[in-house]
């Protein structure tokens, strides 16, 4: 566009045009090539201006996703030491369990297992306060003097959730 308008004001200049009518058109044709000029460059520095602000969104952005990226790395550190943690203490639970189920007799031991297994992990539970904690439900007063009347080896089982219920000395007795 611009070698054009370049051209067209060397005709207009050289003089080679002699004609009023055609030396109008030239000069409407060098102020409309101007003007559609003008309006691209405006059109570019509106471009450019637009790319600019993107640059800066993408640099924001870039910043943000780096951030969370190490915020995730960092989390993820986190959660691998908890399950080193984890598989720890339950290396040493097992092997305190292993040593303790040694000590019970098999027919008490199968049944808890049996019971573990039915109750999602839980067994027995402790009698606290006149309550299960497996249950969470407080033992009625007949239950609670056959309790009390049982002698202290006895395997009791809870009446609503059937999980061996263990005494101690905070069962409200």
Known sequence: MRRRAARDQQRLDSGAITSPKDLENLQREIAS????????EDVVLEVMERRESAQERVGELTERVSSVEAKIADATARRDAAFGEIDEEAGSVTKERSVVAGSVPADLLKLYDKLREQQGGIGAARLFQRRCEGCRLELNITELNEVRAAAADTVLRCENCRRILVR???SGL
């Open 33 to 40: 090539l101007a003007k559609r000029q003008g309006d691209l």
């Open 168 to 170: 101690t000395s905070e």
